[in-house]
């Protein structure tokens, strides 16, 4: 019986991958996809990295993105109360009506004023005085000021209820030199919280508020 030569054929070690170990190759490449997916995808040292400061915070209205943060506006009191200041000879209650509410209401009556004579009746300065006040109260400092700059602050011409014209008048330069000193400048008005040194009209000149003055001027400064 011929002896079947057997031949050896030798398997170098180390070269290959058996089913063993291809199995372990392929599971381990399955687990570092899966730790790869839970850590976000993102590598270590990307996932220590601290996280970015946050930008204020702002809401985005119809006027477009505004600040959560605000500047209170300052403060400032409407004429004490106590006098009326009827105007002739229209009558209206020119001083009461510095309020907030009566301030668009007092402008426009003051358009009227001219062809009324009130400043003949009144007195030149009496016209822009309360113009210039109610502008103020509504918050037109333009208009304020260019009425405020025709009246002669040194010596205005009041021919009636000088003590209550003096004291709006007092009241209106304040306002507007702080106006002047910043164009900003814009207050909320409250409801004064003293009382008028003159506590009722000033008719010394007429004896009444309804009737037209004397051909006497009285002179005030501011």
């Known amino acids: 019986m011929a002896l079947r030569s057997q031949r050896t054929t030798a398997r170098p070690r180390g070269t290959g991958c058996g089913p063993l170990r ?4 392929v599971w381990c490449l399955v687990a570092a ?3 790869t997916a839970c850590n976000g995808g993102s590598s270590p040292e990307a996932s220590s990295a601290p996280p970015s400061t946050a930008a204020p915070s702002s809401s985005i209205g119809p006027d477009g993105p505004s600040s959560t943060s605000s500047t209170a ?5 409407y004429p004490a109360g106590g006098p009326t200041d009827d105007i002739f000879p229209p009558g209206d209650p020119s001083y009461e009506l510095i309020d907030g509410p009566g301030c668009q209401t007092l402008l426009d009556e003051t358009t009227t004023w001219v062809g009324l004579s009130v400043p003949d009746a ?7 005085l309360y113009a210039g006040a109610a502008s103020a109260c509504l918050g037109r400092w333009s208009d304020a000021e260019r009425n405020f700059e025709q009246i002669d602050v040194a010596h205005p011409d009041f021919q009636r209820n000088a003590c209550v014209r003096t004291e709006l008048l007092a ?3 304040r306002l507007i030199h702080e106006w002047q000193a910043d164009h900003s400048f814009s207050p909320v008005f409250r409801t004064s919280s003293g009382s008028s040194p003159c506590p009722g009209d000033d008719t010394s000149s007429t004896g009444s508020p309804d009737e037209p003055p004397s051909s006497s001027t009285s002179s005030a400064a501011g």
């Open 122 to 128: 009144e007195g030149a300065d009496t016209v822009p």
């Open 171 to 173: 009241w209106l330069t």
């Open 22 to 25: 291809r199995w372990v190759g």
């Open 33 to 35: 996809g899966v730790a």
């Open 73 to 77: 506006k300052p403060e400032r009191e």
